[in-house]
């Protein structure tokens, strides 16, 4: 298939302050921790873990709004991890982000054609350019252009977050990371603003990378989904593959928290419950960092690290998992927590 992202080693890892005078650093929170993941062209890919898994710092990263510790990121042939600042300003007009918190991401002292015009004089737009485009964004996200004299304590939450879909428009970009875009949105509006991002993606040929916490919140939306634990992915599958057949114990354990509409295949369907907290992301575990908290953790699980490896039949369907056959790196002796 033809790849729009590939993301290959990626690492962000954030230095932790020690206590005392002189601070030295302690460690690092190893938010992204070695990362391959690639996105097709045009698809959306679902990306869900727990908070606190690095989905979203892997989704900044990508866009470099934060900076990788290490590891490629591909964009369309593009190294976007060897760009300099000039080559990341005209980047930064090809890729976008949308946040989950429509009420954060807007200044509240600017108007809502302000908001929008910003990102259009960032990417070079002629002033007396700007006012006629601020309309066709407002249009094109369906909220009246008349609407830009409008303030954001003015609009409700569901309007707020067409804003910030029209700021990340605005560089006409091909590549939009969506943050848990409709998680902060009553539920009777989260579909309205779903339909709009699909409708987008038809119209303009947007390729997406679509964060959230949960199964249930992707699953209408993405074509692939990946799951992420504790700063790793750990399994790749069509959306329709990862339902009926999840490979790693953790996508299983999400799977059945997702209420199926169906009550026999409800029934069908073994609920796992995990015990115990996720581990601290300074020291992962051993081996497979999900070992403390999986139901079917043997022998090999602290030992080796496990690699992402084919599951299905040809299908792009992978895991890091050694029930499905012991591949990956053997620990390094003292290393790793837990
Ligand atoms: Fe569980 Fe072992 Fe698979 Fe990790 S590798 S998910 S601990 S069975
Ligand atoms: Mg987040």
Redesign the pocket.
Known sequence: ADELLRVRGLEVHFPVRGRGVLRRPAGAVRAVDGVDLDVRRGETLGLVGESGCGKSTLGQAVLRLVEPTAGRVVLDGTDVTALGQRDLRALRRRVAMVFQDPYASLDPRRTVGQAVSEPLEVHGLHRADRRGRVGELLELVGLDPDWRERHPHELSGGQRQRVGIARALAGEPDFIVLDEPVASLDVSIQAQVLNLLRRLQRELGLTYLFIAHDLAAVAHVSDRVAVMYLGRVVEVAARADLEAEPA???ARALLSAVPVPDPRRERARRRVVLRGDVPSPTAPPSG?R??TR?P???EP?PLVD?ALQGVGAGTGHVAA???HGVVGRPVEPGAGGG
């Open positions: 790693h114990p953790y497979c999900f070992r999986c079917d953790a043997f699980c496990p998992c050694h029930l």
